[in-house]
Every structure is written in C-alpha cells, then in structure tokens.
C-alpha cells in the first residue's frame, strides 16, 4: 500500500471566469438552457482533466455546482418550499434559479456566510412536507467522469449533520423528525453507490470543526450508525474541515472509514490530539495540509517534515494527503498572471499549483524523495525569497508596531464628554439624517473610470469629472435636506481596493477570483509586505466636498478589520500584528483629514463580523484586538471630531458590547429587513452612543413610503433615546439608480422631519 493524494474540490469558476459568463449569458436571455449545461459540462470535465494530469488519486466529483453545493443539496431531497413552482419529479433548473435569486413574483431563498468563509451558501428551509429524492447527483457526477474520462471519482456529498444544521425552518425539538425525512434520502444514494461499485465516498461535515455540545454529538453518533448500516460496503471518508474538531474521540470512534482533518487552521489541536489520544487503526487519515483557503506557497520541507511527525502514530500506507479544505476558496492558477513581481509571482500557490503541491508530497512520501528533490528545494527557496522582501521586513513598521501603547487607542475625553462638546460644535437637530457614504455608482462613471485606467483620459480629465459628480451630490444632498452629507464615493470602484492600491504593503492580481455567492466573484488585494501609510488617500475629494457646503461633510474610510479580511493575508505574522499595521497606517488618514477640516470621520466595519473564529471560545481574543485596531485608527482625534462607523448587518446581539468598546461616537448599522431581532437587543443590553438604524432597504429597488420608515423610526424609539437616534438608509447606495436614491431619500428626510416635530411638541408640552 502506498501514500495516497486526494482532492476535496475544485474551483468551478474557470481560469477566465467561464462559469459566470455562461450563467449570466443564461439568466439575461442570450443563451439557452442546452447550451448553459454543455458550457457547464465543459468546463467541469477540464477540471477533471486537470486533476487527472497533476496525478490526484482520488479526485472529488460532484463538487461542481451552477450556483451552490447546500442548494443543490436541498433540491436534490426536493427541499422547495412551497413557495416555488414546483409539482415534484425532476427539478427544473427555472425553479433551481428561483430558489436562488428569486423571481418577479417570489423572492429568493435566504443566503448567509459557510462557515468563516468569504463565501455565501443557499440557506435550505425545512417545511415539515415529506422529502424524495429528485436525482442522485453523486452517482451522475460519478457516471459522468467515470465513463466521459475514465476516472474512478469520490462522490462528494454534504453530510447530514453540517446540512440539517445550516438549514431553517424547523426548532430545535424537531430535529428528530427532520432527520426521519432526511436520513432514508441519505440511505438511498448511498445504497445506489455502492451498487454501482463505488469505492469512497467523501461525507463533509465541517459543522464537527464548531462548538457541539454532547446532545448534538450523540446525534451525529447515530446518524453515522444509520448510513453505515445502510451501505456497509461503501467506505466513508468523514471530511472535517476549517478548524480542529471538539469531539475527538467520539468522532474518530464513528463507523466510518476515514476521517480528514484540517492540518492548517486547526494544525496544533488535530496535531495534539492525533498524538495524544491516538488514531485507530483500522482507519485512514486524511492530512489536509495544503492549505486551501490562502495563495501562499507551501514550504514543501515543512510539509513533508509534518507528515513524517503524524507517521508515528499513522503509518504513511493509511493516510490521504490532501488540502485542508475544497480548493473553492482560491483562485484558479498563478498562470493567468502576467503582472506580478517574479519574487511574489513565484511564492504563489492557487489551485492548479496546490495539486502539483499534494502531488509532490504524495510522491515524497511514497519514497520517491530524490524526483522530486529539485521541488522542495524550489519551494523552500521561494519561501525564503519572499520572506526576505524588503517590504515585508521594513524596520519603520516594526517600530512603530512596537511602540504602540494603551494610550494610542483611547480617545482623549470619554463618550459623554465628547457628546456634549460635538453637540455645540455640530448643533445639529434631534434625528439627524445622513447615508452611508456611496451614491449611485452609474455606468458613466466606470466607463470613465476604465478609460481612465487605460490612459484613454488624463488625470485631470478624470479628477475634474470625479469633482463633478461631488458636485451634483452635494446639491441634491441640499436639496432633500439631508443634515450630514457625504462625498458620494464615486473615486472608488471597491472599499477595499481602493485603499489597498494606496498602501504599501499590497499587490493586486489580474484573474486571481474566488466566488463570493451566485455568480458574484471578488479578486481580492494580496497583503504581502508590512502596510504603510504612503500618501493621503481621502482628502482631496472629501476637502472639495467640504468645501461646496457649510453642512458637515463625512470623511470616509474603510477599516483596518474589514480591509484584513476581505484580501488574502500574509500568514508569516499573525493576523493581529497585520491589523494593527493597517490601523497604524489608517490613523494618519484620520489625523489627515481632521487636519484638512474634515470633522466627522466615517470608518466602515461591514466585515468586522466575519472574522468571528467558528470556536466561540475564541471569539473574545479576536474581538479584542479587532476593537484594539479600530480604535487605534480613531482615537487620535480631538473630542469635537465625531468618529462614525457602519456595519451591514444586524446579527450582532451576540457581541454588542464589543460594538460598544469600539467607543465610535456614532454608528450606523442595517436594521430594515429584521427590525424586530435588533430593537430586542437594545432591551437587553444599554447602549449609549449615538445609533443610526437602517430604516430603508437599499438592496431593492422599491422606494420605502415616508410612512413605513416613520414606523421603523418608532419601532427604534420604544428602546433608543431620541437624542442619540439618527436617521439612514441600511447601507451604501451605489447600487441604486438616481431615481429611487432622491425619491427615497426624500421620503426618509420626510419621515425624519415628521417625528422630529412630534418630538419637539412632546417636549414642549413637559
Ligand atoms: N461606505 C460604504 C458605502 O456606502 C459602506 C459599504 C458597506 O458597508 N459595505 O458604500
Ligand atoms: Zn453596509
């Protein structure tokens, strides 16, 4: 027996993004449902083809998808609610987009974060209505490479457990009888499998990497004994993925055949374990130690040498050496990119370099050292190459890191010394307005932005349009009657882009994308080096936007957290040191602009939240010091600069206090969609800063009536002062049109100015 390499699966998107092409040409009419399936096809079976030539062992199949795995899942069962059209049998893939992004007449199923990914899955809803199994898409995955490339694939399912977790609809006490519906659709695409003659099938259930308590682990427990029983022939690969996982004994103790772990984000406790409480040996260990949600290079020394200290509890004949989780996360191959600096180029790892990677370990392993010797010298030297990059040992950055101190990160007054003193500075009515920061990003503007890009235009050219439209904005935003404004945002085409191509310390790809959901893809910025401050970035627009109107304009910047966890970061130095080097650099943005006169400074967090480790036991460390960072970007301003923040969501019940410690004077944060969950928070817990809830939807086109947002204005009152209640839209506008950004606006002003008055003669009356 031999070291075997194993794939969990492969980026669907295409090296040029073919699959959002294909799709998007489907849904806007210009191809036909044949030819979306035989671009699908396509495509799938190339990727096949990849993994068969790089030499993978066991290559994952039915890992493809045309919009999400836990989609295809749910309609595989025949998961549709009612509310789509649907007469049971064969899932028409009309309804399958239904479910996916709605229609004229239905709306879309609800759409959320897998796990602590960038990545946003189809959340199922369970109905209670009996399931059937409407296509057993593994075993056609499986047909398919089977007789189309003669490939002996390892169906990939979603495991029982991670689905009926991620899925709604049912309470807690109902769990059983979710499970009597799903477990017999388990059984028979099990049973048909093994039928078939397959071998392995790969069961994820990255649900086991969270925190589980005994109940939930007891049902896993049975649910493994259920299927197992059902196709005893069939072995199972239980593949954990994204951290370590809680329940060690009582998982590897499960019937199945193998069981993966996370060798990169949960490398010190899987490791621990494995060693301390051993690893049975009628079982296969997966070794996910390439790592697949980063783009760095593997130093392949330091692999193997990892594999060789697991070999003393499993012998190397039993494992799979694989990447720690489906390679969806990265991009396709470091080939497409054409730009790059040689040392970065060449310390880059996507898909297509990480098979190459488990293929070489696979084969070191196997004895066959000396072919590949030439490889592991490479990797470790391009390792070293990149780790000796002046910009990423810069002794300024390490300095100023080292000085900072508790002080850096305290405002100079507390909260309510600052309100009173920004109260007679601003005096700005009670229920103020303003929006979140961007307006109507338009088609001209990225036209012109492009030829802008491309030199088509001069600097100036581009400059005295971008002023422009300031310009324009400023006097709509006079004309609603807005009472704090904002330049509009129109210089920027990404919030996180922007600032990463005026920082040192980042580098940008050219196709470098990963899914963020649907056919929705993100490139994003690579941090490679220390990040520096290096120019302003913000104050010219936001001095001329100033400068056009006696209304206080907000500065407006992204966060040191959001920036760090929407890009793909260096993994030599922690995630908190990256932090609080952009914190660092930010700050002198703020001190830029408060010296240049800017007195209200915007610094959005939208993705503060998503850096939340899966383990809550965690959650305080990272909390800490993403509170630190943004503090650190804020504090040095004068008690009469208001610092604001925004966040797009309203799940944060769970850490408000955290959003507190941020001790920004004013938040704004989406509320419109699930006002009810958000108000309850604000019984519970006394929140005193200035807050502005979201009383608009800005994801709809529809415009919202003064009357609707003067009720969520009340509904926010009931448990929220009125002089710390401001009044805004759920988010930025910039995917709105003209049209319905000004009749919104106006509607919402309207509203505003209606409480405000029945305020006053409230207050006048006592
Ligand atoms: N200021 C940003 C905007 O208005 C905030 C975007 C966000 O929260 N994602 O576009
Ligand atoms: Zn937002």
Redesign the pocket.
Known sequence: MTTISSMLGYPYIGENREWKRSLEAFWSGNIGEEQLVDDMQKLRLVHLQKQQAAGIDKIAVGDFTFYDRMLDTAVMFGMIPERYDWQGGNVPLSTYFSMARGNDDVVACEMTKWFDTNYHYIVPEFENRKLSLTENKPLNAYREAKELLGIEGKPVLIGPYTFLKLSKGYSNNETPAFLLHLLPLYEEILKELSAEGVQWIQIDEPILSTSLNQDEMKTVQEIYKQLKTAAPELKFMLQTYFDSIEWYKETVELPVDGIGFDFVHGLQKNVSNIKTLGFPADKVLGVGIIDGRNIWRANLREKIDLVHTLSSVVPSERMWIQPSCSLQHVPVTTRSEQALEATIKNALSFADEKLHEIRSITASLNGDEEAILAEIEDSVAACQRLSELPERNREDVKTAIHNISTKDSERNLPFTKRKEAQQSAFSLPLLPTTT?GSFPQTPEIRRTRTKWRKGEITNEQYEAFIKENIQSWIDIQEEIGLDVFVHGEFERTDMVEYFGEKLDGFTFTEKAWVVSYGSRCVKPPVIYGDVAFNQPMTVKESVYAQSLTDKPVKGMLTGPVTILNWSFVRNDISLEEVANQLALALRNEVAALESAGIHMIQVDE?ALREGLPLKKERWNDYLDWAVNAFRITTAAVKETTQIHT???YCDFNDFIDSISALDADVISI?TSRSHGELVHAFNEFHYDKGIGLGVYDIHSPRVPTTDEMASIIDKGLEVLSPDQFWVNP???LKTRNHEETIASLHNMVSAAVQKREQLQVLQADH
Do not use: A, S, T
Request: net charge negative.
């Open positions: 979140i939208p925004h966040m797009c989406e759920d988010c930025g």
